[in-house]
């Protein structure tokens, strides 16, 4: 009850004429910068910071601001990642999986229709779970230790080695690229550099946004432009919008990538990258029978669009109630609590409730605004894809290398950008897929980190790995995806049968 | 608002004649060397308004990111691209001087930029849980005494970083060998008050500012402060280390440095505006609500202060068996 009256003391914060403007504001400039390749939200926000000083908003508006663009990036960047196979950021990368081939299927408007009500439904759920359950949840997750940690990546990257059907050997392949990869650069334990080769661009190692642009944007270029000199790259009529019954299908996804996210999104510093991974690879073990994942199937798109946004909106929750940033992006907002001299801390809900209330209330507003302000533009995006080839993809080249230089401020990276470009062209043209790898980037340095603080821990007992319930579920879990494919086929017909008749 | 931009400007006038300075930079930049949402994007950006809201610098100073080897890759830009721009200054801290004294800034030392000064400093402290065994720094030093290992120690930063020093001088003090000391390394000082609240680590060698909201709420207990004297506010009651016998000081100073070969005219130029700052009362309540302590120095004395921590930090890294630059 506590919570209710609270919340409507939020409301009443978030609901006066500026805040609401500001809030829808942040949504739509959130939404264009999103969609723009390269500018990931952490960007958007940083880029806004000042312009909320010269403002001079109240800190509650300024926040509020923030957020609209936190959450409206998310579904900005999920235009480029369906249209464009392009994801604007980690926990984005999914989404291209199912959405990509439904807009080559003409059905972008469906897609990104669909992946709005997922986030919609992802983040309006899991603002609910955090308005009544914050403190406890927090308490919760801070205590999922090193152990817990190392067993839930073993799991996820037993789970992704699952994602590329009959090029088992392959996925593998890309999944120790990407751990290779994070691996350059100064080592966060000890110090020392790995794989610099003296360079002293390499000592913060490869950035996130270069590898994604070089992997997806670069490679896609690529291939688009050999398709346009053999002609097989053509234009696309638009085909049916959304059905009620398509959606109806997805909810049951949703609901699961919901639970996935949120769970994840708390556990400080996983995020939406790893969220969004477990939710696909999970919903298709659960829902795959057809074999229709990854070639367009609306549960593959709802599944990870739904858990990205669970999990951002989750990541707020150790940010709220403990004062500890959950993510890369809500510890920049942490950093704007500071420029306002606010102390974030577990003090902020009874200091200065009008901050942490006002902030939830606007979640509610931000998330039905956005699906407002986006659901009757789905065609018009959609459309982008009628622009001529020749214009949109050396744009989209353009852009995403104007984002990198933003970020970066260096002309190495640029160069760094390309190169891997062209290796991921090589990589593509070899079968080996991309997602795996850059999934498996994401994950090395938590992997790393962990394995190393649960061994130091211990003094170097491996069996420290092992001495939870929930370290334990975790292990079991991954074994279990690992060696089920594998003993399928020997136990015969007989098994499917029954997973057949408990599932349908 | 245009009559106060008119009496600014007009104060800025007077102050610019008073002090017969003709250099005025164009388009100014503070560089952080760093990602943005740490210590150097706050200090450039807090910084850089203040300077600007003040009126102490005309020009809109905008602030860019740099990241990259926690400030090599900016003193190596610095180095190689513009080293006579008079319209830059980047953000440092003590944390810069460590691995500058551990040769992680490549083949440049201390002698290569031009030091201007500083703007605030916050201070290492030692926190622990509420409900944690050690009630004082000695409780802390004595387990540490009788098994290395039974204390597990963990900060944002890796071995040998400046997280890692504050402990390594008390076990050094207390004739400890700090490399037997289990410290566990994670991404950024948020993530290791996570893990001190959850239980998995015991102690977090942290900075004062960080530690202040969980102080305030009673979630954190702070053994000691690494400062010369007392910190006010929420610290008042907490002990100095020295207080308790260990004679350990870590300011987090907070500053900039301008490139090398920029001319004394306008290394005098940034000097003035860094004095400036330092001494409105405005800009030291902002300060505080950063949660910075004051610590003016500025100009030479700040150069000298630089070279001299960088050495002493040499010294250090030698001592406790970390590589260290030749010179």
Known sequence: MEALSSLAFGFSVAFTPFNLALALAGAALGTAIGALPGIGPINAIVLLLPLCFSLKLPPESALILLAGIYYGSGYGGRISSILLNIPGDPGLVMTTLDGYPLARQGRGAAALALSGIGSFVGG?????????????IARLAVAFGPAEYVALMVLAFALLSTMGQGRTAKTWAAICLGLLGAMIGIDGGSGVERFTFGSLEMLGGIDFTTLTIGLFAVSEILIVAEGMRSGAVTHLGSGDRLKIGELVRCLPAMLRATGIGFFLGVLPGTGAAVASALAYTAEKRVSNRNDTFGKGDMRGLAAPETADNAAQTASMVPMLALGIP??????VMLGALLMYSITPGPLLFTQRPEIAWGLIASMYIGNVMLL????PLVGLFARLLLVPNWILFPGVLGLSFAGVYAATNSMFELLLTTGIGIAAYAMRKMGIPLIPM???????RLLEDNIRRALSISDGDPMALFSSPVAILFWLLAALTLLVPVLAPHLGRRIRTVSDSEGG | MIRLLLAVSAGLALAGAASAQNFQPANPECIAPAAPGGGFDLTCRVTSQQLNELGIVKPTIRTTNMPGGIGAVAYNNIQARRPNDPNVIIAVSTGSWVNLAQGKFGRFTENDVRWLGAIGADYGVLAVRKDSPYKTLQDFVDALKKDPGSVTIGAGGTVGSQDWMKPALVAKAAGVDPRKMRYLSYEGGGEALAALLGGTIQAVPGDASEVQGQLEAGEIRVLATFSEERLPGVFANVPTAKEQGYDVQWPIVRGFYAPPKITDEQYA????????LNADPKWQKVRTDQGLFAYDLVGPDFDAFAKQRTDAFRKLAAEV???????
């Not at chain 1, 309006?124 to 406890?136: E, I, K």
């Open chain 1, 326 to 331: 959950g993510s890369g992006t809500t510890a």
């Open chain 2, 321 to 327: 068996g970390l590589k260290t630059t030749g010179n």
């Open chain 1, 372 to 375: 407002v302000l986006n659901l």
């Open chain 1, 438 to 444: 850059l999934i498996a980037f994401v994950l090395a």
């Open chain 1, 124 to 136: 309006t759920l899991t603002v609910l779970l955090l308005t009544f359950l914050a403190v406890p």
């Open chain 2, 269 to 276: 130029y940034w000097v003035d505006a860094l004095k400036k």
